[in-house]
């Protein structure tokens, strides 16, 4: 059992590697609760999936990924929102063709036969590649994720609850929400590293599925879907170290393992319909 | 009394063609204005003017501080955990929303929730609560505001009596401390219980105190089709209406 346990902390690789995915639920366990609350899971995985090209280009320049990330979520933001202006297509497609404009010049920027074969690492994610420099970003920008989440708590949750009374309170619903959308590109710019383009998604969406609606407050909701992450992530890391599987889709394989076990629990735990209440 | 709301020569709307046009009306510190108008007819336009959400194309606004709004209690998600003391709390937001709740805060909050009737049920989820003690629940968050001048959106549409007779006196009570209340309605024949009515019809029809504004000729020009007129009866009894409300389903 002891070996069990320690064995993942033995090499300096792994112990990076558990240090990333305990990094990765800090930030976004936290931070799904407001992805659910906002639902904001569809240009969540658009934000992942349009970085790719910068992920591409990072990796052939040798540079750091998190560079390329926060790079390519800032074009794939930018080209969204210019093409979301035209109402007549709407802004749902105009992500869609972005978005899957993107991913395709990224895969062939990948695909490239003098490229560095490193397309898989970035599509899925590789804990283990994780470089201590690497490690050092990613807390840095987790601290600012965490901060702005803490700052941004009371205006999330008026414009969450009631955006028309929010705004009547004084605050910019439009403007909360734009601020939460920089913490979410942040939070996938750190994220991709460890979960790679198409796996990143799992950790800004199961965490606040696993929990549901079994805590009374957003700040509770937060803390369990920062365990949940940590948790899931510790699980998917010892799973893949003791079964030989690949990091990365072990980890999102534990995180969707947590979401489906929470929403089984909150249907077989959920009660009847109350009765009305006296007034 | 001293004017606590004015409006001269308002025109409001979304960007394109005004949707309000020509509202002037005047109240006091400390007195009550019904406003009255059919769907669409601009009492949210109005609201949203005199919160400032909407850039006002004509005319002019002048406000002691900033009001507090009270929405219905249908627009506010049941599903999100937040108790009653907690949206009570959030009228405590305006100028230090990135800092915590302080004490003072919440003894604010709390007495907010008390003061409306929900002692007891300050640490209740919102969705738990009918929807009279929700609409309450808003009501302490305006309250929290301490503002001047509140502005009530139907607060006693589809409101349990008990929460009625609640608010009826919650009314009364911020009346004698001298706040001016602004309260939209359907409810004609309610309307003649304030100071004073101002109808609508994507522009003024008419303002003043009800014996003198709430006559067939102008009820029908606020509400047209959309509106029974009962006749003035023997004795002096005033004319009757009742304003027919669509739902949206």
């Known amino acids: ?29 936290p931070l799904s609760f407001w992805v659910r609350s906002f639902r904001l899971a569809y240009p969540s995985e658009s934000l992942a999936h349009g970085l790719l090209p910068g992920l591409v280009l990072a990796s052939l320049a040798g540079a750091p990924l998190i560079v390329g990330a926060a790079g390519g979520v800032a074009v794939a933001a930018v080209a969204v929102a210019i093409a979301s202006r035209d109402r007549r297509i709407g802004s749902d497609t105009a992500t869609a063709v972005v978005v899957s404009g993107a991913f395709g010049l ?24 994780v470089s201590a420099a690497d490690l050092a970003a990613a807390g840095a920008l987790a601290l600012a994720g965490g901060a702005a989440l803490a700052v941004l708590h009371r205006p999330l949750t008026a414009v969450a609850f009631d955006a028309g009374g929010a705004g009547a309170l004084g605050l910019r ?46 700040g509770r909701a937060m803390a369990a879907g920062a365990a949940v992450a940590v948790g899931a992530g510790v699980v998917g890391l010892y799973s893949s170290f003791h079964l030989g599987g690949a990091a990365g889709a072990s980890v999102a394989l534990a995180l969707c393992a947590a979401a489906a076990g929470g929403a089984a629990l909150g249907r077989l735990r959920r009660p009847a319909a109350p009765p009305p209440r006296a007034a | ?13 979304y960007g394109g063609d005004p949707v309000l046009t020509g509202v002037s009306f005047a109240a006091e510190a400390g007195s009550t204005v019904c406003v009255l108008g059919p769907n669409g007819g601009g009492k949210t336009t109005l609201f949203r003017a005199l919160l400032g959400q909407l850039p006002h194309t004509e005319g002019d606004i002048r406000l002691q501080g900033h009001p507090a709004h009270v929405a219905q209690a249908a627009h506010a998600r049941l599903d999100f955990p937040v108790s009653a003391l907690d949206v009570a709390l959030m009228g405590s ?9 302080r004490r003072s805060d919440r003894e604010r909050a709390r007495a907010a929730v008390e003061r409306v009737g ?12 009918s929807g009279g003690q929700r609409q309450r629940v808003l009501i302490a968050r305006a309250l929290v505001q301490d503002a001047q001048v509140l502005l009530l959106d139907e607060p006693l549409a589809g409101v349990d009596p008990a929460s009625a007779e609640t608010i009826t006196a919650l009314f009364a009570d911020l009346r004698a401390e001298g706040r001016t209340l602004l309260v939209s309605s359907h409810d004609v024949e309610g309307a003649r219980a304030f100071d004073s009515v101002l109808c609508l019809n994507r522009g003024q029809v008419a303002f003043g105190p009800p014996a003198e504004v709430l006559d067939a000729r102008v009820l029908e ?29």
């Open chain 1, 1 to 29: 059992m002891i070996d069990f346990l320690t064995g993942p902390l033995e090499s300096g690789i792994d112990r990076r590697a558990l240090l990333e995915v305990v990094l990765l639920g800090l930030l976004c366990g």
């Open chain 1, 106 to 129: 990224g895969g062939l920027l990948a695909l490239r036969p003098d490229a560095p074969a490193r397309l898989e690492e970035l599509l899925f994610g590789d804990p283990l590649g």
């Open chain 1, 173 to 218: 619903p439009g403007r909360v929400r734009l601020a939460l959308l920089l913490v979410l590109a942040t939070a996938v710019a750190v994220a991709v590293q460890g979960l790679g383009s198409l796996l990143v998604l799992a950790v800004l969406v199961a965490p606040a599925m696993a929990v549901g609606d079994r805590v009374r407050s957003p």
């Open chain 2, 1 to 13: 009394m001293s004017a606590a709301l004015a409006v001269e020569g308002l025109s409001a709307g």
């Open chain 2, 93 to 101: 937001l305006a100028g230090r929303w990135w800092l915590p709740a």
């Open chain 2, 118 to 129: 929900l002692a007891g049920l300050e640490h209740t989820p919102y969705g738990a609560l």
């Open chain 2, 221 to 249: 020009a606020t509400y047209g089709h959309e509106l029974i007129v009962i006749p003035a009866g023997e004795g002096g009894r005033p004319v009757r209406a009742v304003a027919v409300q669509h739902h949206e389903h």
